[in-house]
């Protein structure tokens, strides 16, 4: 049987690398994390000087849009 080992179909056939379980539960926890970032953007930028997401507010004068 060795003198058919090379000549067999499929006996050099390269399969390339296949995502797995955990590639999927990374590509799970960066849509997360994206969605988080996104969430916590836009609900700073509620609180935020101007409608600014990264401003910050006077210690002493801290207002909130209604």
Not at 39 to 60: E, H
Request: hydrophobic residues 45%; charged residues 15%.
């Amino acid at each position: 049987m060795s003198q058919f080992g090379m000549q067999m179909p499929g006996g050099r056939m390269k399969r390339g690398a296949t995502p797995d379980v955990y590639t999927g539960l990374m590509a799970l926890a960066v849509v997360a994390l994206l969605a988080a970032c996104a969430m916590m953007y836009m609900q700073g930028a509620k609180v935020g000087v101007d409608g600014s997401a990264i401003g910050l507010q006077d210690q002493d004068r801290i207002s909130l849009k209604n």
